[in-house]
């Protein structure tokens, strides 16, 4: 075919080429060839306008800057936030290490060759409560609560006070020879908790004090209902029993030795 017989129609689809000058250099020759001998096609390449590149919208400056504020707005509170989580972190580990390396460890080495005889189901975090006997006395060591500082005691009970029910527990059934609880103590503190029937009566019955008295047998704690004679029933029950209580102090040292120092 003889490129001056080409159809206009040809031409025209290729003009949009030629005008943004991304045709072959033989399409080229070919359009203006054909340019110069056809004036309506010229007339039509000399009017057309090819469409604007499509210009993507400059973001606002203004809007920018707010979205850069929040992103590193959400960056600073999420690395506040793990510094605060790892400072509870490091707090509630150091808690933990502390009761258990201060309390729970040394009073849990008492237990060795006692058996667990109950658990305290009053805590959220039961608490073993392990026993001995001996051919006199009924020992006892009561393990702290979980991340509790202020709990945690032995006791020596006189075996004719106290009764092993049927689950292992035990119950104290005569409060006329006295009981006494020596608490865990860090600051060294020592005192000791009592648990003795007096003479005087009630209704009836004979009264259980329950009191706390210091290393010198001074009475120092109990119930706020207690009145001016039951302090001195209270002192009563030290002074008649203050050899007893001494031998009971003696039992526990030779059971626990060093936790009574």
């Known amino acids: 075919m003889n490129r001056k017989d080409i159809d206009c129609n040809v031409i025209i689809d290729l003009l949009p080429l030629y005008k943004e000058e991304i045709c072959s250099e033989a399409t080229r020759e070919l359009v203006e060839e054909h340019l110069r001998s056809c004036e309506d096609c010229r007339q039509l390449c ?10 993507k919208a400059v973001p606002d400056e203004a809007e920018t800057f707010k979205k850069v504020g929040k992103k590193l707005k959400k960056s600073r509170f999420t690395k ?3 510094v ?10 150091g808690f933990n290490g502390a009761w258990y390396f201060l309390k729970y460890r ?13 658990r305290d189901s009053t805590v959220v975090k039961q608490v073993g409560i392990y026993g001995s006997t001996d051919d006199k006395y009924f020992y ?39 009981v006494i609880t020596i608490p865990h103590e860090l600051s060294g503190r020592r005192t000791y908790q009592i648990i003795c029937e007096s003479d005087a009566e009630e209704n009836g019955h004979k009264i259980t004090y329950h009191f706390e008295v210091d290393e010198d047998f001074e ?25 007893e209580l001494n031998e009971e102090i003696k039992a526990a040292q030779k059971k626990w030795g060093e936790y009574l120092k």
């Open 46 to 55: 000399e009017n057309m306008t090819l469409p604007e590149p499509e210009k």
């Open 80 to 82: 506040v936030m793990a």
């Open 106 to 118: 040394p009073m849990k080495k008492l237990c060795e060759g006692m058996q667990l005889i109950e």
């Open 84 to 93: 605060i989580m790892s400072v509870f972190l490091a707090i509630f580990l």
């Open 140 to 178: 006892v060591v009561r393990l702290p609560d979980y991340l509790s500082f202020s709990t945690g005691y032995v006791t020596v009970s006189p075996l004719e006070s106290v009764a092993v029910n049927g689950d292992g527990g035990f119950v104290y059934k005569d409060t006329h020879s006295p």
């Open 219 to 243: 009475l120092i704690n109990f119930f706020d209902n207690y009145n001016t004679e039951d302090v001195r029933n209270m002192k009563d029950i030290i002074t008649v029993h203050k050899d």
